[in-house]
T-cell receptor
Framework: SAVISQKPSRDICQRGTSLTIQCQVD?????MFWYRQQPGQSLTLIAT?????????ESGFVIDKFPISRPNLTFSTLTVSNMSPEDSSIYLC???????????FGPGTRLLVL | GQQVMQIPQYQHVQEGEDFTTYCNSS?????IQWYKQRPGGHPVFLIQ?????EVKKQKRLTFQFGEAKKNSSLHITATQTTDVGTYFC????????FGTGTRLQVFP
């Protein structure tokens, strides 16, 4: 299984600001995924990030709000832009194989927006 | 859109009792996966089921995939305090859809 790290592990931000979350994997992977988990809820897929192409966003999530970068096969960033208290969540990156296979999750970034 | 529901939402058991969570998809799945998330932690992959009617065991955990590949269950025999957490199924079609989760609390 892949070893995944995320930075920051947690943050408290003011509304209207932006936060960039980094996800680093210890091996090269084709697909990386970004999820949101609101308190006490399940995981919701935000987008799929493939290296060398634009991220694919799920319904309800847009690039202007959640821009994603995927500069290489071991790294990705998710930016939460113009934050509001409703963006307070845990943001998780995960990696999988060449399709919707088993996924390994990073430790998550706990975001609180005031 | 595709939905994956789990019941119960919460379950409190005495240590040593059995526990079962049920997962139901609105659509037929290519496979189903189960994850465990400890309090304050991240989801950890447990197992994947692919074949209709498949049953897999991991020590005290038994996983089953329904004949129609639309439902699944996780059964834990003789729960321990280390089993505490939220158990998610995740159904696979062209993407992974996580179930609503079942939060298990085990009292010693």
């Amino acid at each position: 299984s892949a070893v995944i790290s995320q930075k920051p592990s947690r943050d408290i931000c003011q509304r209207g600001t932006s936060l960039t979350i980094q996800c680093q994997v210890d091996s090269q992977v084709t697909m990386m995924f970004w999820y949101r988990q609101q308190p006490g809820q399940s995981l919701t897929l935000i987008a799929t990030a493939n290296q060398g192409s634009e991220a694919t966003y799920e319904s309800g999530f847009v690039i202007d709000k959640f821009p994603i970068s995927r500069p290489n096969l071991t790294f990705s960033t998710l930016t939460v832009s113009n934050m509001s208290p409703e963006d307070s969540s845990i943001y998780l990156c995960s990696v999988g194989g060449g399709g919707p296979e088993t996924q390994y999750f990073g430790p998550g970034t706990r975001l609180l927006v005031l | 859109g595709q939905q994956v529901m789990q019941i119960p939402q919460y379950q409190h058991v005495q240590e040593g009792e059995d526990f079962t969570t049920y997962c139901n998809s609105s659509t037929t799945l290519s496979n189903i996966q189960w994850y465990k998330q400890r309090p304050g932690g991240h989801p950890v992959f447990l197992i994947q089921l692919v074949k209709s009617g498949e049953v897999k065991k991991q020590k005290r955990l038994t996983f089953q995939f329904g004949e129609a590949k639309k439902n699944s269950s996780l059964h834990i025999t003789a729960t321990q305090t280390t089993d505490v957490g939220t158990y998610f199924c995740a159904g696979n079609t062209d993407k992974l859809i996580f179930g609503t989760g079942t939060r298990l609390q085990v009292f010693p």
